[in-house]
């Protein structure tokens, strides 16, 4: 993996703030995007980290943390994608007993988060041991 950052996706205002996503009413998800080497890690694996690192059965709206910006969505930027994203969502069915609220959507643009919002849990955990 060359790098990641954290962004928005999917809604429909452009370049939404954190603040503006929070708040509920732009449709955007945050998501991490993934920029990665084809000939050092393939997209399936990429896909069987997505499904291994969070719960894909949670629902929007089903606790106060998880409101709709942080609902689980898998973005494809081709068709190819979009075929292998389907497929491990329904490989990854057969491991829960929930359905799995995953969506599998057609990527749009992409809103980089703020600074404040990048490497946010590396920034805790150095918070944590000051």
Not at 29 to 45: G, K, L, T
Not at 65 to 92: D, E, G, P, T
Request: a positive charge; hydrophobic letters at 40%; proline letters at 4%.
């Amino acid at each position: 993996m060359l790098r990641t950052s954290v962004g928005f996706m999917g809604g429909r205002s452009e370049n939404p703030t954190y603040e503006q996503v929070c708040i509920g009413n732009t449709g955007h998800a945050e998501v991490v995007q993934v920029v990665y080497r084809p000939d050092q890690i393939s997209y399936a694996a990429l896909l069987d980290q997505f499904w291994k690192i969070h719960d894909p059965t949670a629902r929007p709206g089903s606790s106060l943390q998880m409101a709709s910006q942080y609902r689980s969505v898998i973005f494809y930027h081709s068709v190819a994608q979009a075929a292998l994203a389907q497929a491990a969502k329904v490989r990854a069915q057969a491991d829960h007993h929930n359905a799995i609220a995953t969506q599998v959507l057609p990527a749009g643009s992409y809103t980089r988060a703020e600074a404040f919002h990048q490497q946010y849990e590396e920034k805790q955990a150095r918070r944590r041991q000051a």
